[in-house]
Nanobody
Framework: QVQLVESGGGLVQPGGSLTLSCTAS????????MGWYRQAPGKDRNLIAR???????DYADSVKGRFTISRDTAKNTVYLKMNSLKPEDTAVYYC??????????????WGQGTQVTVSS
């Protein structure tokens, strides 16, 4: 059993900042990668940032230069610092992780989602 719990969402004015966090707990043998997705109403769920086990990072073009993903490996926690927020960033943000539960068994897990609303 693995559980991902997200926090940090809320309402912020345009140009403001928020930091999301996601902590994985449970039967974790090896955490391979963690990332953040978002889904706006009527839109697909899209990858916006990810960090792999070796520390490599990818960003979607829409957030590059404004968002920063980071990880605390010891705490199995990933963060998403969001700066210069725009109304179009409004969405439900989901944490995702690929986790080995033992030497051969892996699965993908999702957080519960946290709402980010950017509005004046």
């Amino acid at each position: 059993q693995v559980q991902l719990v997200e926090s940090g969402g809320g309402l912020v004015q345009p140009g403001g900042s928020l930091t999301l966090s996601c902590t994985a707990s449970g039967n974790i043998f090896r955490l391979v990668a963690m990332g953040w997705y978002r889904q706006a109403p009527g839109k697909d769920r899209n990858l916006i940032a990810r960090i792999n086990a070796g520390g490599g990072i990818d960003y979607a073009d829409s957030v590059k230069g404004r968002f920063t993903i980071s990880r605390d490996t010891a705490k199995n926690t990933v963060y998403l610092k969001m700066n210069s927020l725009k109304p179009e960033d409004t969405a439900v943000y989901y944490c995702n992780a690929y986790i080995y539960e033992d030497v051969k068994t892996w699965d993908a897990y999702w957080g519960q989602g946290t709402q980010v609303t950017v509005s004046s």
